[in-house]
């Protein structure tokens, strides 16, 4: 069954807590190249059946309202699988 | 500054809750295409300077060791920018 990817990520003047520590984490390792690392989701979707219009309206539609939080996240990328149209 | 990308799933064997709990708020707004939800996380990684091989080798490691946990987690992709060898 075809499954569908949605990226959210913490908007950009967040200051996104788990990413500082895991920088904090990369440094002391002596991975000082690194100059920041901003942590958010990804979600797989299974569909059942095509992916028609109307799963598409679905998923642009729940990735704003039910798997982010537009207060503090932004939907960063949205991938079907290939050979979908 | 480049951006270098890391994706982590949880293993596919393992229960993963917060996926079920999304999967089931979406049945329960009418979403029911949507046969399975899982959630992972998804690290952006901002390097000084060129995606040198080093670089490459130290994501690749801290990719396993630092950002997902090999008991429970998987590394599904790494995407460096586009134009980096």
């Known amino acids: 069954m075809p499954t569908i990817v ?4 913490p908007k950009a003047e967040l200051l996104d807590p788990q990413g500082k520590a895991t ?3 990369l ?3 002596g991975k000082s190249e690194f100059t920041d690392v901003r942590l958010g989701k990804r979600f ?3 569909v059942e059946g095509p992916i028609t219009d109307q799963v598409r309206a679905d998923v642009a539609e ?4 039910v798997l982010s ?7 960063v990328a949205i991938h079907y699988p290939e050979g979908e149209k």
Chains 1, 2 share one sequence.
Do not use: W
């Open 6 to 9: 949605v990226e959210v990520m």
């Open 23 to 25: 920088k904090g984490a």
């Open 27 to 29: 440094s002391r390792l």
């Open 44 to 46: 797989e979707l299974t």
């Open 62 to 65: 729940i990735a704003e309202h």
């Open 69 to 75: 939080n537009s207060v503090i996240e932004d939907v």
